[in-house]
C-alpha cells in the first residue's frame, strides 16, 4: 500500500470513530445491504466535505445521508459536493477573468526571475543586461500587479 492510501484509510477510519462509530462495530456490515456499506472512498469525501468551511452544515448532513442511508458511491458525491460548492459560491465573470489573469503574470514573472538567477549563475549575458531584466521585471509588477 503507498503511503498516500494509508493515510487516507486512517483519516477514512479516524472519521469514521468520530462521526458514525455504529459502522465500525462488529457484524454491522453482515446486517445492512452490501449497497448500502460505504467504501472508504466514500468516507474519504465526507470527510473532505466535513472540512469545508464554506459548506453549510444542512448540506452536508445531506451527503452524509446519501452516502449511509442511499448507498451513493465517491464519484457521485463528489460530484454533488462540487456542484454545492459552486451554488454557494456567486462568481462574477469579469473578477475570475482578472484573477487568472494576474495568476498568469505572477507565473510569467516567477519563471523569468528563475530563469535570470540560471542565467546571472551560469554567466550566459553581460552584467547590464541581467540589471535590465530585473528592472523589466519590476516593471511588469507594478504595471500589472
Known sequence: IRKQTAVKLLRSY???????PAYLKEGFSAEREAAVVP???EV?????AKDKKDLPKSDY????????ENGKDALTVRKDLTQLMKQRKEVDPEEEREKRSEAAV?????????FKRDMDALKLIPAPLLRETEELVRKI???TL
Open 14 to 20: 479516524f472519521y469514521l470513530e468520530r462521526e458514525e
Open 39 to 41: 467504501g472508504y472512498e
Open 44 to 48: 474519504n469525501v465526507l470527510r473532505l
Open 61 to 68: 448532513i445531506h451527503l452524509k445521508k446519501a452516502v449511509f
Open 106 to 114: 505572477r507565473r510569467f514573472v516567477n519563471a523569468f526571475r528563475s
Open 141 to 143: 509588477e507594478r504595471e
